[in-house]
């Protein structure tokens, strides 16, 4: 019982792997086995959105899997979203708006962004707001996130978004 | 212990040896593939085990030791509990079945309205990546969306254990605070839910802190017409009390009195008498209540809109 267990998953198209105890969480596992700390760790209890990844697809808390649960799985964390030095469409707006200050919430920031807009090619501007309340940043007011990830739907999607008065 | 090596290990990094930097407490994970495979491990393990389902409310409470399984039973890798199942005049559903699933399934959004609405008012969309329908309603949170849709729509709850299957409704089932019927040994296996029928009208409106938050207080409507006149009130509310709370007194008026302005105030009323509210440091008790009252109102009003008989 609670033998270590070999973990075999794919992360940002590459096979990887570690031994874990069973109880060792998603996020631990990618930071401190992997080495991947573009996940961040802020509640471990879901409520901050900052572990946010994708897993097969769909983005999840990784605060809220454990490692063992992933066996097999495609990850995507924020290290897969740039092409080598070519940043992603949706960091180079952020980048644009100033959607970040500190940028510990960021990667889930990206993460929720990215399956959010994928996954609804009809979204309002108060969809997206509602959508992105799902991670808490707590420097910038959201105005530069949400432009950000409005413009990235528009150029998604190929069509606009009616924006509310208090948008300039 | 073993020592923990990953292919992208670094020396420097603290703390990753020896599972040092884990914080649930020790246990153990089993992985049935199959539901005989799961009974039979949580017979043998009895009150050390916990079945694990989404894990968006068994994780944090792990996460926090709140929560001090030996072992869990991981359902994550059983498909038969995962699937959406057009029934005749029912939908069937597996507990295991996200909520992400019932979100953008085709069949929820034509037949199960209700569920629909109250589904998109769970947390965000990454945590119902992961949350199931059967471990929500499990988990009986009095503050949670679909146990005041289950009491309004009287689901019918199908429980597995190795001594058998059985089907608990829905008013049986939500016993007390986190507390349902099921018996240790057993597992939610299917939710089974009515369509809604032909003339009618549905939604669902709370009201939380921020959305995605529980909610302060929420009412799940559901009214059908014939002749502009109810012939079939189905509500019921969360953050009522220790349990959701089937709204019966505010049914009845609608049904005796219609929905004209008097009677939806009368309605309106009736529900916040019957709520029971805790109170916390997000609401007390009494805002609790007339909340009920105001979402309410609203949920009959948008219900009433949304039947197409009524337009």
């Not at chain 2, 059967?134 to 254990?161: H, I, K, M, R, W």
């Not at chain 2, 608990?168 to 099921?182: E, R, V």
């Amino acid at each position: 019982m609670n033998e270590p267990r070999k973990v075999v998953l794919e992360v940002n198209g590459e096979s990887l792997s570690g031994e874990v105890p069973p109880r060792m969480l998603l996020t631990d596992f990618l930071r401190d086995v992997l080495g991947k700390t573009g996940t961040h760790v802020g509640c471990e209890h879901g409520v901050c959105g900052a572990c946010t990844i994708m897993i097969n697809g769909e983005a999840a808390r990784s605060c809220l899997m454990f490692a063992v649960q992933a066996v097999g799985a495609k990850i995507k964390t924020v290290e897969g979203l740039a092409k080598g030095e070519e940043l992603h469409p949706l960091q180079k707006l952020f980048s644009e708006h100033r959607a970040l200050q500190c940028g510990f919430c960021t990667p889930g920031m990206l993460m929720t962004a990215v399956d959010l807009v994928a996954s609804n090619d009809a979204l309002s501007e108060l969809d997206i707001k509602v959508g992105m309340s799902a991670v808490l940043c707590r420097c910038t007011g959201y105005e530069g996130i949400i432009k950000a990830v409005i413009e990235y739907a528009e150029q998604v999607h190929g069509k606009p978004i009616a924006r509310e008065k208090n948008i300039v | 212990m073993t020592p923990i090596i990953g292919s992208g290990f670094d020396k420097n990094l603290k703390q990753t040896t020896s599972g040092r930097n884990v914080k649930p407490p020790q246990l153990d994970i089993l992985t049935p593939s199959s539901i005989a495979e799961a009974l039979s491990l949580l017979a043998e393990y009895g009150a050390d085990a916990r079945p694990l389902a989404g894990g968006q409310s068994l994780v944090p409470l792990l996460n926090f030791r709140l929560s001090r399984p030996e072992v869990l039973i991981d359902l994550n890798q059983i498909p038969d509990l995962d699937y959406i199942r057009d029934a005749g005049d029912q939908i069937n559903i597996g507990a295991m079945t996200r909520e992400r699933s019932i979100e953008f399934s085709d069949l929820i959004h034509d037949e199960a309205p209700l569920l629909l609405e109250a589904t998109k008012n769970i947390a965000h969309l990454p945590i119902r990546s992961r949350g199931t329908i059967g471990g929500s309603l499990a988990n009986a949170d009095p503050a949670a969306e679909y146990p005041a849709v289950a009491l309004a729509l009287e689901f019918t709850f199908v429980a597995q254990s190795v001594r058998g299957e059985r089907r608990i409704a829905s008013h049986n089932f939500f016993q007390d605070i986190l507390t349902t019927a099921l018996e240790p040994d057993e597992i939610l296996t299917e939710i089974i839910v009515p369509k809604i029928p032909d003339n009618s009208g549905a939604a669902f409106v709370e009201i939380a802190r921020r959305h995605g938050d529980f909610a302060l207080s929420g009412v799940a409507a559901q009214i059908s017409f014939e002749d502009r006149m109810p012939t079939a009130a189905r509500l019921a509310a969360c953050g009522a009390g220790p349990i959701a709370m089937r709204l019966t007194a505010t049914e009845e008026i609608l049904m005796e009195e219609g929905i004209g302005e008097k009677a939806v105030k009368a309605a309106a009323a009736a529900a916040a008498a019957a709520v029971d509210p805790m109170s916390d440091h997000h609401a007390s008790a009494s805002y609790r209540r007339r909340l009920t009252g105001v979402v309410t109102t609203r949920a009959i009003k948008k219900a009433v809109d949304r039947a197409e008989v009524m337009a």
